[in-house]
C-alpha cells in the first residue's frame, strides 16, 4: 500500500477507544548485544519477504538472540486483523503502517513514539524523505520509521505494442494519447482477449487520485477539511476511467473482480498497467518480464502523481519495546534500506540509497518513479480518520466506472457524504 485500506471506520475508531485507556507496557531495559528475546513482525506483502529475511539475518548478527518472527497477512484481510488486535491489545510487536490508517492508531496511544530512538541517535530524521516523516507523525511526535517511497507510473508491454501497432509510450503523451493507444490495442488483439489497459480501481492510489490531480482537481482540501469531489476537475478525472470501461479499452469491474488487475498484465493479457514501484519485485519475477518497462504517466491540464509510502511502527503494548524498538531503528538504517533495493523489494526512504533501486532489475527504467518524486510528486490525502471516507468511495465509484450511474452524480454525492465524515473528525 501501500494500497487503500477500507475498513469498517466506527468499529475501528471504538475498538482503538477502549483499549487507548489501558496503560502502555513499560519501555525495556536498554538492548545489548546480550540481549534475548522474540518480537513479531506483520507485514502484508510475501514479494518482500526475501529482502526482510535477509534484513532479520544482518540485524541478528548485532542482535543475536533477538527472534524476528515474520506474520504475513494478506492486503485484504490485514488491516481487519490488526483493528481486532488493537481491540485485545495484541497488535505485532512491530507491523507495517500506511499513512490513511496512521493518524487513528497514534491518536489513540497504540503506538509507540520514536522519542527514544531519535534522541539516542539511532535515527536521525533528517536522513528520510521529510514528507514521510511528516506523514507518520501526529501532533509534533514522530511514531513510524520511513521504510519506502512510491509514486506511480505507466508499465507497458513492448511485445504487445509492437504487435497491436502502437508506439511506445514516453513523456509527451497526453490522455488522449493513451485512450487511443489502449483503444487500439483492444481492437486490434480482441480475437487474443487481449485489451488496453487494466488497472487498480478499489482504492484511489494507483488510478483515480492520480488523474484527478492531473486535471487539476483534488481529492481533498489543503486544510484536510472539505471534499474535493464536486470540483467538476476532479469529476474529469473520474470520468477518464469511465470512459476507458465503457468502449472496451479496460476489462470490466467484474472482469477486474474475477482476475486481479496485476494478473491481467503478468499473463500478457493487457498492453498497460498504472502502479508503482511496490510492482517491481513482481514484475521483475514474472515470466514475460523481459517484454516490459516502465514510462511516465500521461499528462491532462499537468504531470502529477500522488507519493505515499509505508512505516514500521512499535506497539506501545509490546512486551518487548527495547527490542522491538531496536529492530524498528535497524529497519531504517541505510544498510537494510539499500539491501532491500537491491533485491528490489522497495524504492528506500533513505536518501541516497535510491542508486541501489534504480540498479536492482537492468531492464526496467526505474528512474521515471524516482524523477516524478523530485519533479510532481503530490502527498497522499490523508485525514484524522481517513478510512471514513475511503469507505464512501469504494461504496460509490464503482458505480460511476461501471456506467450505472453517472460519474457526475456519484461525485456529487461523495462530495456531501465525504464531507460530514470530515466534519465528525
Not at 17 to 39: G, M, Q, R, Y
Not at 43 to 51: L, R, S
Request: net charge negative.
Amino acid at each position: 500500500m501501500r494500497k487503500l485500506t477500507r475498513l469498517a471506520p466506527l468499529a475501528l475508531v471504538a475498538a482503538l477507544a477502549l483499549t487507548s485507556c489501558s496503560a502502555p507496557a513499560a519501555s525495556d531495559e536498554a538492548v545489548t548485544a546480550d540481549s534475548a528475546a522474540s518480537i513479531s513482525y506483520a507485514i502484508w506483502d510475501e514479494n518482500q519477504v526475501p529482502a526482510l529475511e535477509a534484513n532479520i539475518a544482518a540485524f541478528n548478527e548485532i542482535y543475536p538472540n533477538i527472534e524476528v518472527k515474520i506474520d504475513i497477512t494478506p492486503w485484504a484481510q490485514y488491516f481487519t486483523k490488526l483493528q481486532t488486535q488493537a481491540s485485545g491489545d495484541t497488535l505485532p510487536d512491530v507491523f507495517w503502517m500506511n499513512g490513511p490508517n496512521f493518524q487513528l492508531y497514534a491518536a489513540n496511544d497504540q503506538l509507540e513514539p520514536m522519542t527514544n530512538v531519535i534522541d539516542d541517535g539511532s535515527v536521525d530524521p533528517a536522513n528520510y524523505v521529510e514528507v514521510l516523516n511528516d506523514l507518520y507523525s501526529y501532533d509534533d511526535v514522530q511514531y513510524g520509521m520511513p521504510k519506502d517511497f512510491d509514486t506511480v507510473a505507466l508499465w507497458y508491454n513492448q511485445a504487445i505494442l509492437t504487435e497491436a501497432g502502437v508506439a511506445t509510450p514516453d513523456d509527451t503523451w497526453t490522455w488522449d494519447d493513451f485512450h487511443t493507444a489502449a483503444k487500439t490495442v483492444s481492437d486490434n488483439l480482441a480475437d487474443q482477449g487481449i485489451y488496453g489497459v487494466a488497472t487498480g480501481l478499489t482504492g484511489g492510489q494507483e488510478g483515480y487520485y492520480n488523474t484527478i490531480l492531473q486535471a487539476g482537481g483534488s481529492i481533498l482540501s489543503d486544510d484536510g477539511t472539505t471534499s474535493g469531489y464536486d470540483d467538476p476537475k476532479t469529476i474529469r478525472g473520474l470520468q477518464f476511467w469511465a470512459d476507458l470501461i465503457a468502449d472496451g479499452s479496460s476489462p470490466n469491474l467484474q472482469q477486474l473482480s474475477d482476475t486481479p488487475h496485476n494478473a491481467w498484465f503478468t499473463s500478457s493479457k493487457t498492453a498497460f498497467f498504472w502502479s508503482g514501484t511496490w510492482s517491481v519485485a513482481e514484475l521483475a519475477a514474472a515470466s514475460n518480464t523481459l517484454d516490459l518497462n516502465v514510462a511516465p504517466l500521461p499528462q491532462d491540464e499537468k504531470q502529477a502523481t500522488v507519493i505515499h509510502g509505508l512505516a514500521n511502527v512499535v506497539s506501545a503494548n509490546s512486551a518487548n519495546k527495547g527490542a522491538a524498538q531496536a529492530f524498528q531503528a535497524y529497519l531504517g538504517s541505510e544498510e537494510a534500506q539499500t539491501l532491500q533495493a537491491e533485491m528490489g523489494a522497495a524504492n528506500p526512504a533513505f536518501i541516497g540509497a535510491g542508486q541501489a533501486f534504480l540498479d536492482s532489475v537492468d531492464h526496467f527504467d526505474l528512474q521515471v518513479f524516482i524523477d516524478e518524486a523530485d519533479n510532481y510528486a503530490y502527498p497522499f490525502p490523508v485525514s484524522k480518520d481517513t478510512a471514513a471516507w475511503t469507505s464512501i468511495e469504494n461504496e460509490l465509484l464503482p458505480q460511476a466506472f461501471s456506467g450505472a450511474r453517472t460519474v457526475e452524480d456519484v461525485a456529487d454525492e461523495l462530495a456531501t457524504r465525504m464531507n460530514e465524515a470530515l466534519a465528525a473528525e
